[in-house]
Every structure is written in structure tokens, then in C-alpha cells.
């Protein structure tokens, strides 16, 4: 239910990835939780490209990035924005806080940095700025950068909504550069304005921020301005509890579009990352935002687990009405070859299907026999089942389908059981042919199942052809 509280402000929450390559995992694990905690509140979810970068930013990354927050469902309602095209609102901030006094030019060059980090270092110190240029006041020079005047003393500290209260000492922070040479704004300085001027009320993102958090917080107060609340969730493991990365599988989130996956179950298996609701596994997307909450958020890291991905995704599969599937399907179908066929046909197969797929990919390969008019033979398949021996079955079964049509199953077992007693073989003995008469494979759902889903014509039909293939095989 969405709770929002008396004369609390909007919750407005933001995803800002830098578009530096795919969304990955861990990025699209950040996008649910900040847009579920948006959904859940009744708030907004903002999408920033957070592209200052201008080296590593790329057009197709931001593509991409958009691409798989449309198929996993994270619908934004501002955005997207991006900071390339903010520069002149970061300079703003940046010529109002040095003439506050908030900011200062500095024109130490990297040579003599570079020998303050080593003295420090040497010294068992942090490698911090000394704080030269702060108090001597130089104004804008080329080549010139602008840092952020630091507090000396005290604590920067805030209440995690996810850890709990964490403090800083401001002696460890040193003035970040906020301005670079070059004349563009850094992360930081970025970020902040973008969270102020957006109204953010709330910031869930990965721990590996926690560190920027109090320069954060300390630009939002030279700033003058409210200081959202910050949630920052557990990394992401691979199952050897090593960081994930390509040996624990794909890591780009669309690659698993590609694999077959359902968005339901993608969102379901991210969502688990990091954050329960009692020993629920299997949440529908309403339920995710009906339950969602950071203090629910786990404070250790998240492992991820492709089987259970897998395992999601066959639930969602078995769980997904047919019309919903066919529409997913026709690419997968495209794949092997499968471009026109009869949706009706398809609709009638899904059902029978599903109990045996665990995705779209498995889903495309057992739709195939019933959607194309000549069925592809397994060789092995057809080499045992479709020899001369087997010819008599084919006989009489195609001549019972005939009689009897497809519609009656229980009439067709009773026969396929007289077939049997006859010839004095096994039922199977019967089913497997016709089976791969049908369907060209050893596997398939129920043969009964498969002769309603084609009728009685293409049942006839494919039972003709496999005959004629049995008679020539000797
Ligand atoms: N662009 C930053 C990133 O990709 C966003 C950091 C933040 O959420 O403040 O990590």
C-alpha cells in the first residue's frame, strides 16, 4: 500500500548510472530498489545519465541502459536527464560557493601535489591535500581548479537507512576538487547539485559509496540545502563469494533477455538480492512494491545465484498466461528458423508445454514441431523409431486416427493398449514412434496432448510421411 506520511515531503528517489558500458546486475539490483521504495511511497523515480565523462560515455551505452530498464519494467516519471547538459548550472554552484567562501581556486600544480602524497605517505599519513592555496585566496587562473573548503574539525555523520548510523572525522577529509582544470564539474560537486535541484528525499545506492557520503553531505550544507536520507545496500557476490563479474555467468542484465529469461522473474531474483520478506521467494511485482522496505535490506553482501534465477524464471513461465508468452516468443522462434506459423496453434501448445520449460529459448525449441509444416526429424530419433518394424504401428494407429479422430482421448489409450496386447509389445512400444512421427523427438508432452494441439489432419498427415520414411528404411 503506498504510505506516505503527513507533511513528510514527496518521496523522490533517483537511478543515475554513468553510461559507461551495459546495466549490470548489481546497477539494475540499485534501479529496482529506488523505484520500488518510490513505488511503495507514492513518490517519483528519477533517471539521470550521469555522462561527464565524455571519454567513456557512450550513446549506445545509454541505448542499451535504456533498453533494459524498459524490458525489466522501471518505468521513470522524470528523466531522463542528463549532466552533459547541466554544465552551466554545476559553474552556477561552483562561482556561488567560492563567493561564499565555500569554495576556493587553488593553483597548486600536479608537481608539487604529487610531493605532498608522497611526504604524506612517507609519514604513515593519508595522501591529503595540504590546504595551500586555501587560505592564500588566489582567484581563477587557467589550469586553475576550484576545491571545496572542508570543515577541519568535527564529525560528518548520518543514519543509514540500511546500516545504521555511520560518522566520519572531518580531519580525514581533505578539499575536494570540485572544478577541474579543464573547466568541468567533478562527481561529486555533480551529483550533489543534480540531488538538490531534483528534490531528492531519498539516495539507495551501493555501499561502495559510503565513503563519498560525508563530502556529500558537507557540499549539500555549503549549499544550503536539505540533506536527503542515504540507504546503501550490501555489494553483490558471485557464488564463490568473490565479486561478481563474467566468471559467475552474464553480467549485463539484457544478455539475460536474450537467454530466455521473463523480466518477472529478473526482477524477482534482483529484488532478493540483499532484501527478504520472511522466507517469500516468489513476489509478483505488486507484491515487491506492496513489501518493500529498506530496513528489510540485509547488511551483508548478497550472493548471486543463476539457479535460482532459473528456477524463478521456470515458476514465472509456469505462471504467465499463454497470450503473454506467444507475444515473447516470436524471436526465439525467428532463431530456429521459425518465422510465420499459426498463433492459434501456438496458444494451444503453450499450456501442454510449459510443466517442462524453464525458458523462452527451451520454450521456442518445443513449440517448433507444432508450428512448422514439415516436422525436422532427429536423426537418431528417426533411425530407431522409423524403421521397417515399426511400420505395422504407424499403420494402425493412423488408421485409428481416422476413425477416431483426435478429440477422444480415452477412446486412443484404449486403442494404443489393444495396439499393444496385439503386436504383443509395450505401450511405449506404441507411443515412441507415433511420438517421433509427430513430433520428430523422444520427448514431448503427453502423444495424446500432441495430436489435439496439431488435429486430426496434420496428426494424419505427419503419420503418412514417418510410414513412408519406416517402409524405405528396411
Ligand atoms: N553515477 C554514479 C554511479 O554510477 C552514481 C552514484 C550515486 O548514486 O550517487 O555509480
Known amino acids: 500500500m503506498p504510505q506516505t506520511q503527513q507533511n513528510a515531503p514527496r518521496v523522490r528517489t533517483r537511478f543515475p548510472p554513468s553510461p559507461t558500458g551495459a546495466l549490470h546486475l ?43 530498464m524498459e524490458w525489466l519494467g522501471l518505468d521513470w516519471d522524470e528523466g531522463p536527464h542528463y549532466q552533459s547538459r547541466r554544465f552551466d548550472r554545476y559553474r552556477q554552484a561552483i562561482d556561488q560557493m567560492v563567493a561564499r567562501g565555500r569554495a576556493y581556486w587553488c593553483h597548486c600544480p600536479p608537481e608539487r601535489l604529487q610531493g605532498v602524497r608522497e611526504k604524506a605517505l612517507a609519514q604513515g599519513g593519508k595522501p591529503m591535500y595540504d590546504g595551500c592555496c586555501r587560505d592564500l585566496g588566489p582567484g581563477p587562473a587557467p589550469g586553475a581548479v576550484v576545491r571545496f573548503r572542508g570543515p577541519r574539525e568535527g564529525h560528518t555523520g548520518w543514519k543509514d537507512l540500511v546500516k545504521g548510523p555511520i560518522s566520519f572525522d572531518n580531519a580525514e577529509l581533505d578539499d575536494l576538487v570540485i572544478l577541474r582544470s579543464d573547466g568541468s564539474p567533478t562527481y561529486h560537486l555533480a551529483v550533489v547539485v543534480d540531488d538538490v535541484d531534483m528534490a531528492i528525499t531519498h539516495v539507495i545506492r551501493g555501499d561502495d559509496h559510503v565513503s563519498n557520503t560525508p563530502r556529500q553531505i558537507l557540499l549539500y550544507q555549503a549549499l544550503d540545502s536539505p540533506i536527503p536520507q542515504f540507504g546503501h545496500v550490501p555489494m553483490i557476490l558471485g557464488g564463490d563469494k568473490t565479486k561478481l563479474s563474467k566468471r559467475h555467468g552474464a553480467t549485463a542484465v539484457i544478455a539475460y533477455k536474450d537467454m530466455g529469461y521473463l523480466p518477472e522473474a529478473m526482477l524477482n531474483a534482483l529484488a532478493r538480492l540483499g532484501w527478504s520478506h520472511g522466507d517469500q521467494e516468489v513476489f509478483s511485482r505488486q507484491e515487491l512494491i506492496d513489501h518493500f522496505g ?3 535490506v540485509g547488511k551483508g553482501a548478497a550472493v548471486f545465484d543463476p539457479d535460482k534465477l532459473l528456477h524463478l524464471n521456470a515458476h514465472w513461465i509456469q505462471h504467465s498466461p499463454p497470450q503473454r508468452l506467444a507475444a515473447a516468443l516470436p524471436p526465439f522462434l525467428a532463431a530456429r528458423g521459425v518465422e510465420r506459423f499459426d498463433e492459434a496453434t501456438l496458444l494451444a501448445a503453450i499450456p501442454h508445454l510449459v510443466p517442462r520449460t524453464k525458458t523462452l529459448l527451451e520454450l521456442a525449441e518445443w513449440a517448433e514441431p507444432y508450428l512448422v509444416d514439415e516436422v525436422v526429424m532427429e536423426p537418431q530419433a528417426a533411425a530407431k523409431f522409423l524403421t521397417a518394424a515399426q511400420a505395422p504401428v504407424l499403420e494402425r494407429v493412423a488408421a485409428m486416427v481416422e476413425r477416431l479422430g483426435v478429440a477422444e482421448s480415452a477412446a486412443l489409450e484404449a486403442g494404443f493398449k489393444d495396439l499393444a496386447g496385439d503386436l504383443g509389445i509395450k505401450l511405449g512400444g506404441v507411443a515412441q514412434p507415433v511420438r517421433v512421427a509427430l513430433t520428430g523427438r523422444t520427448a514431448s508432452p503427453g502423444i495424446f496432448e500432441v495430436m489435439v494441439i496439431l488435429g486430426q489432419a496434420r496428426t494424419l498427415a505427419r503419420l503418412g510421411r514417418a510410414l513412408k520414411m519406416a517402409t524405405s528404411a528396411g
Do not use: M, P, Y
Open 26 to 68: 548489481g546497477g539494475a539490483r540499485t534501479a529496482l530498489f529506488n523505484w520500488l521504495f518510490a513505488r511503495h511511497h507514492g513518490g517519483d523515480f528519477i533517471f539521470r545519465l550521469e555522462d561527464t565523462d565524455r571519454e567513456r560515455s557512450k550513446d549506445e551505452h545509454v541505448d542499451s541502459i535504456i533498453q533494459a
Open 294 to 296: 529498506l530496513e528489510a
